[in-house]
Every structure is written in C-alpha cells, then in structure tokens.
C-alpha cells in the first residue's frame, strides 16, 4: 500500500467518528482509544491503487467517503470487476481471516478516504471482546449473503433488466440521485452484471431513445424512475 497520502487520525477518536461502523458499538471505551491510537487515514485521489491483487493482508480496510472498485486479474490475464466499495464498507472483509494476500485490487474511483487499522490491532479486539468477534462474524456473514443475493438478482434477469438493476442501484443506493455521473466503464458493467460490452452499450442507448434515461458524457439521469423500476423487476 502506498503511504505517501497516509496520515495519522489525530484530534478525532473512533468513539466520536460520526464515520464510525456499528461494528464497533460493543467496544469499551478503553478499546476505542486502542483502535483510534492505532488507525491512519488514507486519503486516495480518484485512479489511485490502494491495494494490488497479491499485497500481503495488513491493515483493516474501511471506506470512510467514496467509491471504490475491486478489480481481480485471472490466471489468463483478464481483468475483471468483481465489485464496488461504498462508504461504511469494510473493503476485503471476506479473505481478511480467510487467506494471507488479498485475491484483488482496490482501486479509488472517486477521491476517497479510508481508516487504515493494523490487522493484528483488530485480531487481538477479536481475541479480547467475545461481542466484538461476534459482531464482526455478523457483518462478515452479511456482506456474504448480499454478494450472493446480488448475484441471484443479476442472474435471474434478461439484459434490459440487468442493465436497469445496475442504473437503478447506482441512483438509490450509491448517490440517493437520479442523476449521477457513472464511475465506471461500460466494459466494467458488463463484467458486474455479466453481460457483453456491446449488449451494455446499445441497452443503454435503446433506455436513451425511449427516454428512459438521458446520456451526457458519463452523466446518467433517470428520467422516468417509475418505468426504469418495473424494467428492473420484469425484464
């Protein structure tokens, strides 16, 4: 990980971040004051390379304010996208007790910033707080269960639909907008929702002609919100 923007978390405690994951509700005052002494702020400009596939697991990893994508290169070469980080997410919570390196990237979509908390930190908090370990398994088995739920959502769906369960994810869930600018590629949507490149573009552009959705550059706005919904749920 690159340390040229990381910097000590001073004159703010994790107690009183309003940044701060329910996760760490059940931790004492005392261990607070052990997590806040012992995290770093990483601030990332948008395209900067937090971590690269294979980088030995150091550091906890929480996604303060921002986008991030996580991105995995196969055996073959091919780089794929396999998802995206939004604030309050612990980035690469699944393999931080299931394997020594991380099996991704995580790349900075937006300028970003994230708490940096050494792993030893959070597995001696594991150790010494029973509730804290059990909270921790919570958001571990969630995470889980919304990567798989997600996936079900994209897999049961026909392409209109799947290009209108991405549209409709952005708008709500990532800029609560129906208007925003797309942070990533049209290659890297067909790899989110398993679609071709080119079944992405003219999906996109057929929702434009029927004036579904406005296209300017990377800007998407929603303008029939009502229409776009009942695509996501019958196409």
Known sequence: MSDKMQIPCLGESCGECGFRSTVFNCLSNEQLELLSTGKDLLKAKKGEVIIK???????????????????????????????????????????????????????????????????????????????????????????????????LDIDNRQLRGRIAFILDLFSKEVYESTKFNLPVSRKEIGELIDMRVENVVRILSEFRKDKIISIEGTTIEILQPEKLEWIKNHG
């Open 53 to 151: 596939q294979g980088d030995k697991i150091k550091d906890f990893i929480f996604l303060r304010v921002g986008l991030a994508k996580l991105s995995r290169v196969s055996s073959d070469g091919k780089e794929q996208l396999v998802g995206i980080a939004r604030p309050k997410d612990f980035v690469g919570l699944l393999s931080l007790f299931s394997s020594p390196v991380h099996p991704y990237s995580i790349i900075a979509i937006e300028d970003s910033e994230f708490c940096i908390v050494e792993f030893e930190l959070i597995n001696k908090l594991v150790q010494e707080s029973g509730k804290f370990a059990f909270s921790l398994l919570q958001k571990i088995s969630q995470v889980s269960d919304l990567l798989l739920n997600t996936k």
